[in-house]
């Protein structure tokens, strides 16, 4: 089983072609300068045109199924757009369009000089869409910071997720008006919210259909918080602890990541439909 290529041969092709246009020593510049390694390949293995081989041998050393390597293309692709950004030249302009067109379709944005992953961790617009009984402005600046930190620091998307699995919490209750603490953690601010909203596994009914199922849904979605929580205590951001810690990476981020935005989105949903169900049984008595 071979990894997901996470550049595209088009796009590969596209920045090759434009680097026909440098010279070798500015296209060796914007290789070394990441550690790419050169690949030495035959002259009969080699494509017409010294330059455009020169690419392919930088080509060569990369894994592009794996981030780490990935990630040193793109560093070198953000030089090279940095480097057109600086002219206002037509052609330039016409070059950055093409170029960066690919790249989005790849799912990276090049944003204030650097290529950012905009790839899907999580359904961010479900989260976004879950209830319009309250207002989730705060949320934007969480959801911001995860997309764009999840494959470039791990450490700070997960602790954004934690911060945002708080605030969602917190804004519960405050609806609830019910009232907290401002230094209760996570787990007693779940418990609250679980209990407001007849999440607590103790509460389901026995002689419901599928209880047993719904005791140990409940109970993991309370081990979700709890367990984000605590990784954002190891690896995430805050507590003096370091960004980037040996062993974590984008796919721990990611799993993180699509936890979390799943457990607040089912409590936003849950929060209305308990809203809703509330102001039914209100105005049935009206």
Not at 144 to 150: F, T
Not at 197 to 209: G, I
Not at 234 to 244: I, M, W
Request: avoid cysteine; proline fraction near 2%.
């Amino acid at each position: 089983m071979t990894d997901i290529e996470l550049i595209s041969k088009k796009t590969r092709s596209e920045f090759q072609e434009y680097l026909v246009s440098k010279t070798l020593r500015e296209i060796e510049r914007y290789f070394d300068n990441y550690d790419v390694k050169f690949i030495p390949h035959p002259i009969e293995l080699l494509p017409s045109g010294q330059r455009r081989s020169h690419v392919l041998q930088y080509y060569a050393s990369i894994n592009w199924g794996n981030y780490h390597d990935v990630k040193k293309i793109l560093n070198v692709y953000s030089d090279i757009l940095t480097d057109l950004s600086s002219s206002n030249d037509t052609w330039n302009k016409e070059k950055i369009d093409r170029l960066t067109k690919y790249l989005l379709k790849d799912g990276y944005q090049f944003i204030d000089g650097k290529l950012v992953s905009i790839k899907p961790v999580a359904n961010f617009e479900e989260f976004e869409n879950a209830t319009n009984l309250l207002d989730k402005e705060h949320f934007k600046e969480y959801i911001d910071r995860i997309k764009k930190s999840v494959d470039e620091d791990p450490g700070l998307a997960i602790g954004s997720t934690k911060e945002l699995i708080e605030a969602t919490l917190k804004t519960i209750l405050n609806e609830l008006k019910l009232g907290f603490d401002k230094d209760d953690d996570i787990p007693k601010l779940l418990k609250q919210v679980q209990k407001a909203l007849d999440l607590v596994p103790d509460t389901v009914d026995d002689s419901k259909k599928g209880s047993d199922i719904i005791k140990i849904l409940l109970s993991n979605l309370g081990q979700v918080v709890v367990k984000v929580a605590e990784l954002r205590n190891l690896y995430g951001t805050g507590h003096g602890k370091e960004n980037k810690r040996k062993g974590l990476n984008e796919r721990h981020a990611r799993l993180t990541v699509g936890a979390g935005i799943t457990l607040a989105t089912f409590l936003l949903e849950t929060f209305e439909l308990k809203h809703n169900e509330a102001e039914h049984k209100r105005l049935k008595k009206q």
